[in-house]
């Protein structure tokens, strides 16, 4: 057998045993989801009660939400069990990513991603609770003041469902801008000096953005354009501290500079006048027989 055929074999067998692990990993992540899943089934009806809350409680006396699937009032309630139990289980299936993704890194792209992937968790984490906690309230309260009289403010819960995780991917994605920001800055395609030049088209991008992901008022469009745009300042903020890694710089000679003469040799030293006659005594004696 050939080195060519040897070498394609084993990068072969290489390449199959990274596809076995793959396919391990993600059937234990799905396992993971899965018995979480069963687990938090039997509270599927309070799950989404507690989804509901922020609109029940804005919703008009003796208000409430209706379903026009016939087999809406099962399908919604699992589609949020499965929701949560796949937030419940995120950190397994990130750590069996990591565990798959981890060995063809090096040190120093160790030491920056896994914190980067741990921050970004939590920070659409928190975007989501900041939908939940503060917009929820707030534009649900907005839209039963501004109801028409006579007319019943009542949703169906499909569409429900939609309109709160479509808010929550918009505000878990604006939450991650630290993170993005800090990363192009790190493996040097921006600056902080062009990033602040992008200030003004920044601020105007997240109201476009607030826009489109949110509600048609004006009141959820700057609860997402102004802390998109805080979280902006605030990626630059860390990024100047952590900066671009720096490279390692090899000082090259300047082209006018003149090569340097070569030392002298440490053991050299110059003949005394006795050597110097005797060796001159020598180069003569032919000379003085032939004559």
């Given at each position: 057998m050939s080195l060519d055929s040897q070498e394609s074999g084993a990068a072969e067998e290489s390449f199959l045993s990274h596809l076995v692990e793959l396919r391990d990993r993600l059937i234990r992540a799905l396992l993971a989801v899965l018995v979480v899943f069963v687990c938090l089934f039997p509270w599927s009806r309070e799950l989404y009660t507690l989804l509901a809350n922020p609109l029940l409680a804005s919703l008009p006396a003796g208000g409430q939400m209706i379903a026009?699937?016939?087999?809406?009032?099962?399908?919604?309630p699992m589609k949020i069990t499965l929701m949560v139990a796949f937030l419940i289980a995120l950190p397994y299936v990130l750590?069996?990513?990591?565990?798959?993704?981890a060995p063809g890194l090096y040190s120093h792209e160790k030491r920056l991603v896994l914190p980067l992937v741990v921050a970004s968790v939590l920070l659409f984490f928190s975007g989501m609770a900041f939908a939940y906690f503060l917009v929820f309230p707030t534009v649900f309260?907005?839209?039963?003041?501004?109801?028409p009289e006579g007319v019943a403010w009542m949703t169906d819960i499909d569409k429900y469902l939609s309109f709160v995780l479509s808010t929550f991917v918009a505000f878990g994605v604006t939450f991650e801008v630290p993170v993005i920001v800090i990363v192009l800055v790190r493996i040097g395609l921006v600056d902080?000096?062009?990033?602040?030049?992008?200030?003004?088209?920044?601020i105007v991008g997240a109201f476009i953005i607030g826009a489109v992901f949110t509600p048609p008022d004006v009141l959820s469009q700057i609860m997402l354009a102004v802390p998109l745009w805080l979280l902006y300042e605030l990626g630059i903020i860390l990024a100047s501290f952590?900066?671009?890694?720096p490279q390692p710089e090899v000082a090259a000679p300047a082209p006018s500079d003149p090569a340097p003469a070569a030392a002298p040799a440490a053991d050299w030293q110059p003949m005394s006048?006795?050597?110097?006659?005797?060796?001159l005594g020598h180069s003569q004696a032919p000379e003085r027989k032939q004559d």
């Open positions: 026009t699937d016939v087999v809406g009032v099962f399908l919604v750590f069996q990513a990591w565990g798959f993704v309260g907005f839209m039963a003041k501004v109801a902080i000096a062009k990033l602040k030049e992008w200030r003004p088209y920044v952590i900066g671009r890694r006048a006795g050597e110097m006659d005797q060796a």
